[in-house]
């Protein structure tokens, strides 16, 4: 997860005002960070860019305002980088 990390990271510092050494993998993308959903949306274009992969914002968010899952699940670093690594296995296989 150390890589995917270092590249969520990079690319979260380079989309937004957050400082690359204020982003741990226990970051909260909205509640810490203070990423809003549209910066999100440009952050996960990003993100499937660099790890060819097609992020499910829509479901998540849906499974979010459901009550299925908290933000936690989506939006905490290093859940976030573990579904990137589940997402980038499934297309490479």
């Not at 274009?45 to 908290?70: C, H, L, R, T, Y």
Request: charged residues 25%; hydrophobic residues 45%.
């Amino acid at each position: 997860m150390s890589s995917t990390f270092d590249t969520v990271a990079d690319i979260i510092a380079n989309a937004s005002d957050v400082e690359r050494d204020s982003i741990t993998p226990d970051s909260h993308i909205i509640n810490d960070l203070e990423i809003d959903s549209l910066a999100f949306l440009d952050i996960a274009f990003e993100i499937d860019q660099a790890f060819k992969i097609q992020i499910p914002v829509e479901k998540w968010m849906e499974e979010i305002n459901q009550g299925n899952v908290s933000t936690d699940e989506y939006f905490l670093l290093k859940n976030l980088c573990a579904r990137i690594d589940q997402l980038a296995d499934a297309t490479a296989a």
